[in-house]
């Protein structure tokens, strides 16, 4: 990788996350040595690029807080690949949040020149991923369980397990797996701390719980 082209490469992953990062880490990232990254960073502010150094826990170099960022071009061959891939996302059933997905994707079409939007439908049908649709869920389940991970807080589920016995759980959600076959939610029981898998066609009831500030 060129200079010029690391840099536009290191100045895009500083856009991309605000918090902080180690010099150590910037230099695996992109191959080069620390001392190297610390002469990109200089290069960068001598361009007027906010980046500062922040200390303790969590810290490293960042984009300053104040700084507003410009809004992100995509090329048509970029959006074709996030929005080829959020298609197969959704048409598999593998993401519990469609809708939220399908509101980025409309975004990212948005930022498209009419002609690069053009290009887009090109690339989009020349291609085809295939796989097993994962079983579906409600789309009530679906929008709990996407505001519970987010913003996270607990949810309340009424699961029906194998055995077809329901009941129902206070949990918090820690991740969210995804296969070929089925979306499950890895959470935590609030009454018995135990970690355990809910698959997500199995629940059939979803409502989030506010805790208190």
């Known amino acids: 990788m060129q200079r010029t082209e690391r840099l536009f490469a290191l100045a895009e992953y500083l856009r991309g996350r605000r918090t902080g990062v180690t010099a150590e880490t910037l230099a695996e990232r992109f191959g080069v040595t620390v001392r190297t990254i610390y002469r990109d960073l200089d290069a960068l502010r001598a361009a007027a690029?906010?980046?500062?150094?922040?200390?303790?826990?969590?810290?490293?170099?960042?984009?300053?807080?104040?700084?507003?960022?410009?809004?992100?071009?995509?090329?048509?061959?970029?959006?074709?690949?996030?929005?080829?891939?959020?298609?197969?996302a959704i048409d598999m059933r593998l993401m519990p949040f469609s809708d939220t997905l399908e509101s980025a994707l409309d975004k990212v079409r948005a930022a498209l020149s009419t002609s690069?939007?053009?290009?887009?439908?090109?690339?989009?049908?020349?291609?085809a991923f295939l796989g097993v649709p994962a079983l579906p869920a409600k789309k009530t389940v679906r929008e709990a369980i996407e505001r519970a991970w987010f913003e996270q807080q607990p949810v309340r589920i009424t699961y029906v397990d194998?055995?077809?016995?329901?009941?129902?759980?206070?949990?918090?959600?820690?991740?969210?797996?995804?296969?070929r076959h089925e979306t499950r939610i890895d959470a935590v029981e609030l009454d018995k701390d135990e970690r355990r898998p809910f698959r997500l066609d199995r629940i059939t009831h979803a409502e989030v719980l506010r805790t208190a500030p």
């Not at 906010?50 to 048509?76: C, I, K, M, Q």
């Open 116 to 127: 690069a939007q053009r290009e887009l439908l090109t690339r989009l049908k020349e291609l």
């Open 162 to 179: 194998s055995n077809y016995l329901e009941t129902t759980r206070d949990v918090r959600i820690m991740s969210v797996i995804m296969d």
């Open 49 to 88: 690029m906010p980046v500062a150094a922040e200390r303790g826990r969590g810290g490293g170099y960042a984009l300053d807080r104040s700084y507003s960022l410009p809004p992100v071009n995509f090329t048509a061959r970029e959006a074709a690949l996030i929005v080829a891939l959020g298609r197969f």
